[in-house]
């Protein structure tokens, strides 16, 4: 019998890809750059497996033309890179990285807030542009973390992560979800509207997937609700802010800073409003990046392309209304 074919979209950790290879042949992507929406789909056609990226996207017509696809692996959490509805609608599951990431990316979200806060990069750069002359009581003076009012907009598993970092800062938590009242209470959290958490926050952080509803859920209405020193944090995705509405709360100090993980788009242009600004620290989509969460990441991906090669249920799917 013929062995099945996978298409692996980039250069994972070498374990993962070895393990992956005892089950099927593999074809893997090597550039460092992903292969484009015209490759991809040529690379999809005669495959039985897609083991994804964030950053490909596929949508009807590659699944369409992918007549023998019978498992799409996003090595990822988020998804908003697949038009799920159409894989279902073709009967073809596809799987996440869910749980693995999420002390990871919250530690990042942390670390992005205490960076902003307390102007770690502007202090690298100080120094750098030999400014340094001698200690000042005013100069790069920050905000406060412990005891501040965080705002999280979005209760998932890493806004969880995210809260309880919170509460060893003894800070106030403002929550804004769908999740029940009483989820939110067991947290040390208030459930709240999201125009009473903008205006009561020193600090938003988004966790939050990309959908039609989250699609420029922050703009220029929601900033200017926020305080004049606000601070928000995005590790969720770039478009749930709307930039050029965030980059002109930023110029205009209507909030004090922003720290982003993610834009809109990625990679972001060299010559994009939010990168002249010095209140606004940008860093490439690396919240889950360590070595440890991203090995996971890989083995997840792994085993859920050969569960759907098997035919077996993935062990993260999220489409489980095909089954
Ligand atoms: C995800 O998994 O969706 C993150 O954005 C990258 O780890």
Redesign the pocket.
Known sequence: MSRDRVFVSRQLPPAALDRLAQHCDLEVWQDFLPPDYAVLREKTESAQGLLSL?TDRIDAPLLDAASQLKVVSNM???YDNIDVAAASQRGIPVGN?PEV?NETTADFAFALLMSVARRIPEGKKYISDGKWRTWHPTVLAGQDIYGATLGIIGLGRIGRAVAQRARGFDMRLLVNTLEPESEVQALGAEKVSLEALLQASDFVSLHVPLTAATHHLIGKRELALMKPTAILINTARGSVVEPAALAAALREKSILAAGLDVTEPEPIPLDDPLLQLDNCLVVP?I??ASVATRAKMAEMAVDNVIAGLRGERLPTCVNPEIY
């Open positions: 964030l990822a959490v988020g990285t990431l989509h919240a889950s």
